[in-house]
């Protein structure tokens, strides 16, 4: 049975993401991500002219966001989250599937990301979505108590 949607896609907002919106896209980060981004990554992301997009509800809270870089005929999905309260709602695959979108609009062929094995909920989200691993950065994140942690790469044909 598949899951239907608890909200209205007609009334959400999806535009480009603007150094103005960095205050809310870090403070969801910090939320969601034990080891996030800093303020600086995403605007560096931004004036090296990677495509950000933001995702907002009518009342213009953040939902969610994704950054993409194109390289040649691949896209590198950098960073994508859903804020806490929006998260179990379908709203991780719209971002993915935006994600793709831009992706094949700027000619990728394909698409690749990495996801820390720990990140559990998200790797299946990323498989159902059809990435598959293709292979592993050894030590590629930091993890707690100054250890590092792996992370497993993905790629989807677009």
């Known amino acids: ?8 896609l007609a009334r959400l907002v999806y535009e480009p993401m603007q150094l103005a919106d960095l205050d809310e896209v870090v403070a969801v980060e910090h939320a969601v ?10 605007s560096d992301s931004l004036k090296n002219g990677y495509h950000g997009w933001v995702l907002r509800d009518p009342s213009r809270e953040l939902i969610g966001y994704f950054l993409v870089m194109a390289v040649v005929d691949e896209a590198h999905l950098l960073n994508v989250a859903v804020a806490a309260r ?17 992706a094949r609009g700027l000619g990728m062929e394909s698409m690749l990301l990495e996801v820390r094995p720990s990140n559990v909920r998200a790797l299946g989200i990323y498989r ?10 050894k030590g590629y994140y930091p993890a707690a108590g100054g250890q590092r942690e792996d992370a497993i790469v993905m790629r989807i044909v677009l």
């Open 128 to 137: 159902r979505f059809g990435f598959a691993e293709i292979g592993r950065r």
């Open 33 to 42: 991500y034990p080891h996030p981004w800093t303020r600086t990554n995403f």
């Open 86 to 102: 929006w998260q179990g709602k379908g709203l991780g695959r719209f971002l993915l599937n935006q994600s793709a979108a831009c």
């Open 1 to 8: 049975m598949t899951q239907r949607p608890t909200w209205d």
